[in-house]
């Protein structure tokens, strides 16, 4: 009798070891290798003789295109996300902490779907029918055409499908809790995951179904299980957002009919979530103007301009190495431009610690906040407080100069409609007549920043 042969399978990154280790040699994590079954799943030999394929047709290059036939969910936040509306026959992966939204927004797009006519499925392996009942009553989401189920058997499930014309869309409440009888492994393991994720994507394929799938994520933020599974789904959604504030952000990681760096934004309310037309006013809302070391960013996010409030505190150390704290941006970046500051600007923060917070919860991933943060930074250690009626946007490179960002005038716009009225932004930024009607400061080297902020410093009281 031959002997059993077993194989341990990272569940991070889905690669495989013929022995236990404490780390993955794919990865670099540790205490992910599982023993599982390799007669099904990654790794395993062929069942049978591979069966003799059919010729397809290839056609040429060039030709007619035809845009993708989608489905407005009439919630304007989730379509720009999506590029639109879903896409008939795609699958999408929805990630976020527990108890972000995940579960509130599907069951609103559901109604909102089921009141356009259309059929939805909601199967949740997580929670009984009573508890999704609840939600939607709470919501005012309860709708006739959309059917619940608590199941977790991807062949029971398939099966209950192929019973009825195919839903418009499917929705599988989490990836974590199904299981396949293909595998032999427990639910939430690298092969039981692929195994349903596949079949459940080909039943998409085959009926023109939208299947979203919510999938659990890291303590790193990251959506837990093997990543094959992103590279399976044709968009992958994070929903993101702080325990501490209402707003809720949905942002395109991934899109294969629309673009990458979309968001939408939502606010969290007793009644569920609400679009937020204009993130801007939202982040601005409770906004100081006569304090120190605040200034506002004119970020983007995908097509749409984003201002939002950066603060900083900069004080005095007791400590032999002073303090760097940082919410809501890089902290290898604020370290880069403490450093230009202190080198090319003569500014010195070694006896200070420093904190930096981007207002509302809001996360910031482009480099051109360097500007708008060196002066949050000079404004709170001179101790004045910059002018209220301008934004700030800005690379700064590691020779002390500023370099032009792209969407301008984008920026530029979105700042005149909220109500400013001055930019500095870096030389080189503007085309001729381009100002969009704000008095904009170009800045070529970073030290101009600070000798303009130094200067609104309030002077030192003359002691007699």
Known sequence: MAKTRIQFICQNCGATAARWAGKCDGCNQWNTLVEESPNSGIGATPGKAMRKGQAI????????????PRISTGIGELDRATGGGFVRGSALLVGGDPGIGKSTLLMQVSAALARKGHRVVYVSGEEAVAQIRLRAQRLDAVEPNIGLAAE?????????LANDQPPDLLIIDSIQTLWTE??????????????????????????????????HVTKDGQIAGPRVVEHMVDAVLYFEGEGGHHFRILRTVKNRFGPTDEIGVFEMSDKGLREVANPSELFLGERNVAAPGAAVFAGMEGTRPVLVEIQALVAPSSLGTPRRAV????????SMVLAVLETHCGVRFGQHDVYLNVAGGYRISETAADMAVAAALVSSLVGAALPAESVYFGEVSLSGTSRPVAHTQHRLKEAQKLGFSGAVVPKGSLEKNSSAGLNVTEIGELAELVANIAALAPKPKETD
């Open 57 to 68: 047709t290839l056609v040429s290059l060039s030709g007619d295109i035809e845009e993708a």
């Open 182 to 215: 293909q595998a032999d492994s427990a639910p939430g393991t690298v092969t039981q995951v692929r195994n349903s994720v596949q079949a459940i994507i080909r039943y998409a394929k085959k009926t023109g179904t939208v299947v979203v799938l919510v999938g």
């Open 327 to 334: 919410v809501g941006w890089d902290s290898a970046r604020l």
């Open 152 to 160: 977790t058997s991807v062949e029971n499930i398939l099966a209950t």
